[in-house]
């Protein structure tokens, strides 16, 4: 992307909508697949207004960045109840240092599980990967080398000063000692400026 150029990512579980342009190569094949599943992929690209071609194309993309390999990194799909019963356990410094210890231990090598490279951009990318497969509705602009996220979870404050504070760990690995962050009970918003990389 130039430095010029302004785009914006929204996201939610029932929308996806990209301003800029995206480039790449597509080819056409077929698949035989059993039609109760075809007519439910059919009711599901419906209900999210897109094209059912559009929607085995995130399907392939999600499975490509994250279905393929994040359980052999080490990643559980657990329910949200769960996690916000196991966060109401822990005080906030403890969060604190769990977070620094996932951050610091093992973000590298999820990383690099998950895009065979380890630098900010790959990590934001499976940062905005995450948020897509965990469902949250969020909001992503670039503006430069600006990367503004909301990202809406209603999973409590715990769960936000759990993730900011991880993210913070996780930055400062790229010399991003100044990364603000806003947190409520459901909502993290920051911005990580990539141009500033030591």
């Known amino acids: 992307m130039a430095a010029h150029e302004k785009n914006t990512f929204i996201n939610s579980t029932n929308a996806h909508m990209v301003m800029g342009s995206l480039s ?10 059993d039609t109760s599943i075809i007519e439910r992929l059919r009711n599901d690209a419906k209900q999210k207004e897109i094209s059912l071609n559009a929607l085995a194309g995130q399907i392939f993309k999600q499975h490509i960045d994250w279905h393929s390999n ?6 559980l799909t657990v329910r949200r109840g769960l996690i916000v019963k196991l966060l109401e356990l822990a005080t906030d410094r403890e969060l604190v240092e769990i977070a620094e210890y996932i951050a610091k231990k093992e973000t590298k090598n999820f990383v690099l599980m998950l895009r065979n490279e380890y630098n900010i951009t790959s990590v934001l990318d499976v940062v905005e990967t995450w948020i897509r497969i965990a469902g949250y509705p969020y909001r992503h602009e670039v503006n430069y080398s600006k990367h503004s996220y909301t990202i809406q979870h209603e999973m409590g404050k715990k769960w936000s000063l759990y993730i900011s504070n991880q993210y913070q760990f996780m930055f400062e690995d790229f010399g991003l000692k100044k990364v603000d962050f806003e947190i ?7 911005t990580v400026d ?3 990389i030591v």
């Open 24 to 33: 790449g190569k597509t080819e056409t094949i077929a698949f035989r697949l």
């Open 70 to 75: 994040a359980a052999k990194a080490g990643f």
């Open 184 to 190: 409520t009970d459901s909502v993290i918003s920051f």
């Open 194 to 196: 990539t141009e500033n």
